[in-house]
């Protein structure tokens, strides 16, 4: 649905709902649940101690802690007050969150008790000051937050806000360099929804509730758990990615829907206790990331008995640019199960050479994005700005082609592109390849530097358990797939790989740690 009158910026979702349907429950954590009553007063409350301490308007407000009912509080009494909530990666060191703080120039950063010892030693580090407010998801007893709280009341400030202004501040992982604050604005919000409702994809129902696992300081935390809001559903929520633990909100608080990557929803199905966890209320497992694999779909579509979507999107577009459908995810159509699905209404897409000029349909090159979802522009970084936005065209950094059905397919990040005597070979493709041998559980391909080839292609494997296979097979089985110059030169095995917050593979970790091994 799309409250187009209703619902014009994110401080509007509490209302609306504390308004329609005041006693359905919005927030399930370990600490209880509340109502979307409860999160409007609450979040009135945030707002107007927010006014009171003298925070300026569109001051952006940090955030450091794990998932929680706190946060979704927070994020709307942030929003109330109109200012931009700043959600901080928490597994991110101390060197590497000073200068995101200093960068976001947060006058004010709520803090879990878990991570007190990390925001006082930045406070230290900071060259501009910020006040430190506690709260502690872990436990009901008193605690700072709660007298910060003490001298306001629940009144609505009813603040009017503009829809240009940013609702929420997601910085990137400084992959590339100085990490950057993407700036998401209440408009673009309203948009996502216009975008999701015209697909006509979605079928929210009355009692839905959606498991939030993914981390909030990604968009997809944050981001899907604001869709299921803004449709009136619940969200039943696990502080960390844990398979175990998610089995379990499973079997309690029967969630409807769930959105995880790939890799988290092999890791559920391998779980000991999904054997015997009732999947029966899931109706609908959304997953972003990578494409899922016929083999890993196959016996999802088995064991959980539910419907499965996927979206492509980034931070910068701030949800889903394009969709393949439940009825696309057919586990004998393989090929197809490599898109990521076709664009949403309202959402162009480009495929274009380096030059800016559109490819044909086939051809590999930089996805160029347009819509009216995209971010406004990067928190003080003009320049890195205008590097990524032309003419209202957006440049993703990520390379792919459009097939003749206008199915979207993802190849690789631009500057992970391997080029190995003059060839360029796009590690996914590989990873493809790679992921239908047997013994393959999860695998990572990657360029090492070669004298003789410049780069040469090289897949880092996870075994199956149980199951074996030498570098040798390996190659032959990417041989009957592939062409020459795409096959791994070097095939090393491993126990896991480096998992980011979202259970997706680190690329780069283990680029690095390769690179570095060789170099040494």
Not at 173 to 191: C, I, N, Q
Not at 291 to 319: D, H, N, W
Request: net charge negative; charged share 20%.
């Amino acid at each position: 649905m799309w409250l187009h009158a209703e619902v014009l910026t994110v401080a509007d979702i509490p209302r609306y709902w504390g308004g329609q349907t005041p006693d359905r429950i919005a927030l399930i954590d370990q600490q209880g649940t509340a109502t979307f009553a409860q999160l409007d007063s609450a979040s009135s409350r945030v707002a107007n101690a927010l006014i009171g301490h003298g925070v300026p308007a569109r001051s952006n407000i940090g955030f450091l802690g794990k998932n929680s009912a706190r946060y979704f509080e927070l994020l709307f009494g942030v929003a109330k007050a109109g200012c931009a909530m700043a959600a901080l990666n928490w597994r991110l060191a101390i060197a590497e969150l000073v200068p995101i703080i200093e960068d976001a120039q947060c006058p004010l950063v709520f803090v879990d008790r878990e991570f007190v010892s990390v925001v006082e030693t930045i406070a230290r580090q900071c060259a501009q000051p910020f006040e430190i407010v506690v709260f502690d998801s872990n436990s009901s007893d008193p605690q700072a937050l709660d007298a910060w709280l003490a001298a306001v009341d629940d009144a609505d400030p009813q603040l009017r806000i503009h829809p240009l202004d940013t609702a929420v501040l997601i910085y990137t992982s400084g992959t590339t360099g100085k990490p950057k604050g993407v700036e998401l604005t209440h408009r673009a919000f309203d948009a996502m929804r216009l975008c999701e409702h015209l697909s006509g994809a979605y079928d929210w129902r009355p009692g839905d509730m959606m498991l939030t696992v993914m981390p909030v300081f990604h968009l997809v935390g944050t981001g899907l758990s604001l869709q299921a809001l803004y449709n009136g559903a619940g969200i039943t929520i696990l502080p960390m990615l844990d398979p175990g633990k998610a089995l379990a909100l499973i079997q309690r608080d029967r969630p409807t829907i769930c959105a995880l990557v790939p890799t988290a929803i092999q890791m559920l199905i391998d779980h000991p206790d999904a054997k015997t966890t009732d999947f029966s209320s899931l109706r609908l497992m959304m997953y972003a990331g990578a494409p899922i694999t016929a083999a890993l779909l196959r016996r999802a579509l088995v064991e959980t008995g539910c419907q499965f979507m996927q979206f492509y999107g980034a931070s910068e577009s701030l949800g889903p640019l394009t969709l393949l459908r439940p009825d696309q995810h057919d586990p004998d159509d393989e090929p197809k199960l490599r898109s990521c699905g076709k664009p949403l209404p309202e959402i162009e897409i480009r495929i274009r050479d380096p030059d800016g000029y559109d490819l044909p349909d086939g051809q590999p090159g930089e996805l160029w994005i347009r819509g009216p979802t995209i971010f406004r522009s990067y928190w003080r970084q003009p320049e890195a700005t205008a590097a990524v936005l032309k003419d209202g065209w957006y440049r993703t950094g990520d390379a792919g082609y459009r097939d003749a059905e206008g199915f979207i397919y993802l190849v690789d990040r631009v500057k992970d592109m391997i080029v190995t005597g003059g060839e360029n070979v796009y590690s996914a493709e590989v990873e493809q390849a790679l992921a239908r041998h047997p013994a393959v559980h999860s695998c990572v391909v990657i360029g090492l530097p070669d004298p003789k080839w410049g780069e040469k292609v090289t897949a880092v494997i996870v075994l199956a358990p149980d199951l074996k296979a030498t570098a040798q097979e390996i190659t032959a089985h990417c041989r009957e797939l592939l062409a020459g110059y795409k096959i791994p030169k070097s095939v090393f095995f491993t126990d896991a790989l480096p998992l980011g917050g979202t259970g997706k593979i680190l690329k780069r970790a283990v680029r690095e740690q390769y690179r570095q091994a060789f170099a040494d």
